[in-house]
């Protein structure tokens, strides 16, 4: 058979050919591969064919194109380069299925399959649904606001995006703040919601994350025994009296960045004007100017101040023993560093993910430092008032932790720890 009575054949073939694709919804899996189907009836060759994979509904659709028996991807929507393929084994018989891989956020949605020969060309629409379960939310305490306490509840890893629901102990809903929303590179939801609670008998309050549409649930509990002033006036002055040489941290001079400058008694730390010529030990921070305190600790409760005067940089907390001194490390827990940040002068930040502004009317001089290890928890106070500023709750430690004290690029003014009286 010559090549134009072959191409005549298929002409005649085509106007008795459909393009089919599935009834229901594709569902995929966030960060796995899935496969959106496509074939034509009856199952002839689509090797000569053009077969083009879109988006609906988008300015610029493209997905995926093949042609002149090969893809020509040059106008690809830039989020699925590297991402998209055809089975080439399969085009022979009739099967112009799209495979996606590491699938994102973004991909959710209605996609056509359109396939063309001449003047012939039929397509078949697929909606393609994402599902992605969060992480479990981690409630922390933020301070004292309107004369409540105000917790923060977060979670993320979502798609769609959910809800966000408040309880008390009785599981009665409470009435909640706007719903902050952030999406991360994989275009999946973090959601964060505060709330202003009341003391109450059993002072018990539930976070529930709720995702409907993918039939999804987490929850988390937490309980607020006292308010988180009483723990700072009362338990700590004692805790302090019974066991004080638990808590008087020095700074560790093999951890201290090559810029920064300790003093003798290693209370104070300052940046220099000049790169010290120091061993490259393995526990030296090298790529930011951070020191450690010399004294780690995994149980129990502990306390210290630091006068940040003021600088108009530093971040102060504590880290993971195991934590990169060599280079970048993530600033927040899950890179394991739990810290509150000035920056600018005036702009205080928890160092969560993504960093929770803080409005601090008031500008701390000095701050206090309290870990329960037992508890997973880290707090922050402002010593001037005995005002909370933040507390991480919630977490699982693992490892040893070390005081933290990071200096910033402006302001040689030095971070000085404090003594801490019985009657502070």
């Not at 808590?247 to 093999?254: E, F, G, I, K």
């Not at 061993?279 to 010399?294: A, C, I, N």
Request: with cysteine; net charge negative.
């Amino acid at each position: 058979m010559s090549w134009s009575e072959c191409l005549c054949l298929i002409l005649l073939l085509l106007q008795q050919t459909t393009v089919l694709g599935p009834a229901d919804p594709v569902v995929a899996v966030a960060g796995e591969d899935v496969v959106l189907p496509c074939y034509l009836k009856p199952n002839i060759s689509a090797v000569d064919l053009s077969i083009e994979w879109l988006r609906v509904y988008t300015e610029d659709p493209l997905v995926h194109l093949y042609r002149d028996h090969e893809d020509r991807n040059e106008k690809q929507i830039p989020s699925y380069r590297g991402r998209t393929s055809l089975f080439p084994e399969e085009l022979r018989k009739g099967n112009t299925s799209l495979k996606v891989k590491n699938v994102q956020g973004s991909d959710n949605g209605e996609y056509k399959c359109f396939i063309q020969a001449g003047d012939w060309y039929d397509d078949s629409s697929i909606n393609v649904h994402i599902k992605a379960v969060g992480t479990h939310p981690v409630i922390s305490i933020e301070g004292y606001e309107e004369g409540g306490i105000s917790l923060v509840c977060e979670s993320k890893g979502w798609f769609p995006q959910p809800e966000v629901l408040w309880m008390d102990s009785e599981g009665h809903s409470l009435p909640a703040g706007h719903t902050e929303t952030h999406t991360d590179s994989m275009g999946l939801f973090t959601v964060r919601q505060r709330v202003i609670v009341q003391e109450r008998e059993t002072n018990r309050f539930t976070c529930r994350i709720l995702q409907q549409q993918i039939n999804e649930m987490k929850e988390t509990i937490t309980n607020i025994p006292v308010p988180a002033i009483i723990i700072l006036a009362v338990l700590i002055p004692r805790y302090m009296k019974q066991q004080r040489e638990k808590v008087d941290v020095t700074l560790d001079p093999d951890t201290a960045n090559p810029w920064l400058i300790l003093s003798e008694d290693r209370k104070q730390v300052r940046c220099g004007v000049i790169q010290q010529r120091l061993p490259d030990k393995p526990e030296r921070f090298t790529y930011r100017k951070s020191v450690l305190g010399k004294e780690g600790f995994s149980s129990e409760r502990h306390y210290w101040e630091v006068q940040v005067g003021d600088k108009t940089e530093w971040d102060l907390g504590v880290v993971r023993e195991s934590i990169n001194r060599k280079g970048y490390f993530a600033l927040n827990p899950s890179g394991g560093l739990w810290a509150i940040s000035l920056s600018s002068g005036n702009e205080y930040e928890a160092l969560t993910d993504p960093p929770m502004s803080l409005p601090l009317s008031v500008k701390p001089q000095k701050v206090g430092v309290f870990v329960d290890y037992e508890e997973g928890q880290v707090s922050f106070y402002r010593m001037e008032d005995k005002s909370l500023i933040y507390t991480f709750t919630g977490y699982k430690f693992t490892e040893k932790l070390y005081p933290y004290f990071w200096l910033g690029f402006q302001n040689s003014a030095p971070l000085i720890i404090s003594p801490v009286s019985d009657t502070d």
